[in-house]
């Protein structure tokens, strides 16, 4: 089984088109057709189920796919492996998060790791929880930034906070009636909601602080973007349960925000796996994350007696 024909398997999966395989690998088409065949010869049955609508992946297809993406994965982190040993770290990070991070350690750590390592192809991958998560469980995603799942991480995950956070409510006060301090979910839940998507991390958090109430809310809108989360509230069509971290909520202009009653904490994790071997660009990126951790936890311990007293948090208001 040659590694080549494992590595056209893979772009025919992906792409479901022997076309867009042989031009996504820079060669002639029959030569990925020969390839596919020599490996199905090999294995002993079809690799591809063949129908006037294209190509999907057989039964054995489906099993082999996984095997074929971790072969390649330990090849490429072999070829890192021993850049790394020479000092000369090249490769690829194949790096997930989900949106709303850009005020977090996040940026400053993948600035800090090119300045590091700049031979290495860092590529970005934004999405939503659920599917990042499958990325870094398959192999996909070297990390991957994401909401911490109501349930525990499975063991084979590593991971480290990024942020601390919780759900509120964003709202036009002309239209809706609401407390000015605290809004109950029960008000909330009298009204249409605008929340995020069923992939999002904090959809199940939402929907859990419903449930414990034994509230039956009606979500109008989805979106997993807040910019786009606000433009909808700021049209009236309902109430936005969206994450008080993210940079949207600085400018409201006459919306207004407000903290919700019982509380929806949530926390952002950055996760990897930890049961394989990491890759030698993975540890590298480790172990700038930790400088930065370190750093900024002596930081904190360090009081700057000049500094006045830190003012109490306030809520987003309109500007």
Known sequence: ????????????????????????????QPSISQQIGLLERELGEPLFTRTSRGITLSAGGETLLPYARQCLALLAEARAEFVGRNHLLTGRLAFGT????????????????HSRYPGVEVVVTEGTSAPLLAMVSQGQLNAAVVAAPVDPLPEHFGSDPVQDGQLVAVFDPDRFCLPDDCVPLAAVAEHPIICYTATSGLRPLIDAAFEQQELKPFVSYTANDVRLQVAFAAQGVGIALSADTDPALD??????CRPVEPSIPFQKV?????????????????????????????????????????AP?????SA
């Open 1 to 28: 089984m040659e590694l080549r024909a494992l590595q056209y398997f893979i772009a025919v999966a992906e792409e479901q088109s022997f076309t867009r395989a042989a031009a996504r690998c820079h060669v002639a």
């Open 98 to 113: 989900v949106t709303g991070v850009e005020l977090t350690r996040v940026p400053e750590a993948l600035g800090a790791y």
């Open 251 to 256: 400018r409201l202009d006459g919306l207004v």
């Open 313 to 317: 948090p306030v809520a987003h208001t």
């Open 270 to 310: 950055l996760v990897w796996r930890r049961d394989l071997n990491p890759s030698a660009p993975l540890r590298a990126f480790l172990d700038v994350w930790r400088d930065l951790s370190a750093a900024s936890e002596d930081h904190l311990a360090q009081p700057d007696a000049g500094s006045p007293s830190a």
